[in-house]
């Protein structure tokens, strides 16, 4: 069936450093692929997302990019901060239906 | 807006033991799921509900049920608890933007445990 494989599960990074987390899906049809960010006890919430028209989308020191030829996409947050320590998940999804295929997460940590 | 609201934050069952899990979002979205988060599986999906009166299977849908009598509440049923039920669910809502994309907006999580 489809999938979203997520890559790394864990990432340590010093603060002030980027972190990259990286997604690849099978479902050709996918054309909506959000990021959310799940803090400790938290439900997850939505950071940012890009759809299958545009191939990078920024919002201050969070990006995401779409390679969609090659069904990957990744989030990269530069200059982190430790606030930024929390599970991030991404998911493929299709307009127009309910399909919302989740990766397995990552766990990020910035340490001070 | 209160967003999403689930009850009970914390629940623990014994195997057999039936109960709901309650979600009620305010903000007239059309769309309501649920699901289940285990470690290392990420988040996968129960059941889901497109308006009152409409509910379809998920991913993982064996040994719950749903209901959607109104916009507001979308209750999620374990008839007869199960250890491999132990998890942490979450509710979600959305309503689907011009270009069909479902930006979800999720509950604060419920933590079962069945012993």
């Known amino acids: 069936g489809e999938n979203v494989e997520q890559h790394p599960s864990t990432l340590s990074v010093q603060e002030g450093d980027s972190a990259v987390i990286k997604c690849t899906y099978s479902?050709?049809?996918?054309?909506?692929f959000p990021w959310y960010k799940q803090e400790l006890g938290k439900g997850p919430q939505l950071i940012i997302d890009i759809r299958s028209n545009v191939g990078e989308k920024k919002d201050q020191r969070i990006a995401v990019t779409l390679n969609k030829t090659a069904k990957h996409f990744s989030l990269h947050i530069t200059e982190t901060q430790p606030e930024d320590s929390a599970v991030y998940f991404c998911?493929?999804?299709?307009?127009?239906?309910?399909?919302?295929?989740f990766g397995t997460g990552t766990r990020l940590k910035v340490l001070a | 807006n209160a967003g999403v609201t689930q009850t009970p934050k914390f629940q623990v069952l014994k195997t057999g033991q039936s109960m709901t899990l309650q979600c009620a979002q305010d903000m007239n979205h059309e769309y309501m799921s649920w699901y289940r988060q285990d470690p290392g599986m990420g988040l996968r999906l129960i059941h889901y509900?497109?308006?009152?009166?409409?509910?379809d299977q998920g991913e993982v849908p064996n040994g719950y049920n749903v209901s959607r009598s109104t916009t507001e509440d979308f209750p999620l049923r374990l008839l007869s608890a199960a250890p491999s039920q132990t998890s942490v669910y979450f509710c979600a809502s959305s309503q689907p933007d011009s270009s069909g994309a479902n930006v979800l907006t999720f509950g604060a999580g419920s933590r079962l445990t069945v012993l």
């Open positions: 509900s497109v308006g009152a009166g409409i509910t």
């Open positions: 479902d050709s049809a996918s054309n909506y």
């Open positions: 998911a493929a999804s299709t307009s127009g239906t309910y399909k919302y295929i």
